[in-house]
């Protein structure tokens, strides 16, 4: 389970709503507070004016870089079993898991398949946050080893957009076995020298970033995505100190060499298309 699911698109609700704005229309940014019309932030990729990104869907990432009607998916229909029958007082983990595959019209919480992005093909994961907080439990483990193996038998570069809360709890170990087989994917892929680009959407952490998210030939981010294996306050209490401004965001994890490059949501169509041609030549 993630250790942390913060709503970052908060739509204002009627207690909320500033006077004669009609609710559900407006969302407030987090960062400069401003309220801004939903249609207005949607036309602008869902950055607001101050450059605070927030958070899409697996769909939208795909229809940001994949040209238009290019993208394939596959193996859509794998999903996770219960192997540890694991329930809370609530409900149950497969109750759980088909509320949500109902909600969000979706599996499970990445989609994978090939994809063209300015005329080079690819195989493109996209993982989705709002599926139990994007953690990787057997299912995801099982499509990102499929997508390494499908960009392996047809030699095609691989690009993987993380957004996760880390491994999924409810299925114990196994859940952590997916970080030992994605990363043994992966060095396959480096041993044929096949690219794979690997792309970090806020929030990206756990066991997610303890194995594919930080493998890839180059390391791209988002601006102020919050990227770790614990969380801050868990370090903190750890080692007893008060961590740095700004500790764990991609602006400061680019400075200490943990990532390659920030990169505007505008801007990284192009950027990966820069990518994928340095690794073509
Ligand atoms: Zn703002």
């Not at 993982?127 to 499929?146: D, N, P, V």
């Not at 087989?181 to 970090?200: D, H, N, R, V, Y």
């Not at 680019?254 to 340095?278: A, E, Q, S, W, Y």
């Amino acid at each position: 389970m993630p250790w942390f699911v913060k709503p970052k698109f908060t739509i204002l609700k009627s207690q909320q709503t500033i006077q004669n704005l009609p609710s559900g229309m407006w969302v407030k940014c987090p960062v400069c507070l401003k309220v801004i019309y939903i249609k207005d932030l949607e036309q602008n990729l869902k950055v607001c004016t101050c450059n605070y990104h927030f958070r899409l869907t697996a769909v939208e990432r795909i229809n940001l870089l994949a040209d238009s009607g290019s993208f394939t998916e596959f193996n859509s229909n794998i999903t996770s079993a219960d192997p540890l029958e694991f329930t809370d007082s609530k409900e149950s983990y497969i109750q759980k898991i088909h509320k949500t595959r109902e909600k969000l019209n979706l599996n499970e919480g990445v989609i994978t398949g090939y994809a063209i992005i300015s005329g080079i093909e690819v195989v493109l994961a996209s993982m989705e946050f709002a599926f139990l907080g994007g953690s990787m439990g057997s299912a995801i483990g099982e499509k990102i080893y499929r997508a390494i193996c499908a960009s392996l038998e047809k030699k095609i570069p691989l690009i993987i957009i993380s957004c996760s809360g880390g491994a999924r709890m409810h299925e114990g170990i196994l859940s952590l076995m997916q970080m030992a087989k994605t990363s043994a994917g992966l060095a396959m892929l480096a041993e044929k020298k096949i690219p794979f680009i690997s792309i970090l959407a806020d929030p990206t952490t756990g066991g997610v970033t303890a194995s594919f998210a930080s493998l890839g030939d180059i390391i791209i981010a988002e601006p102020g995505a919050l990227v770790g294996f614990a969380g801050p306050r868990v370090i903190e209490q750890t080692i007893k100190q008060k961590l740095p401004e700004g500790f764990q965001r991609s602006e400061f994890l680019l400075d200490h060499g943990f990532i390659d490059i920030i990169v505007n949501r505008k801007d990284m169509k192009n950027t990966v298309k820069t990518c994928l041609d340095f690794f073509n030549k």
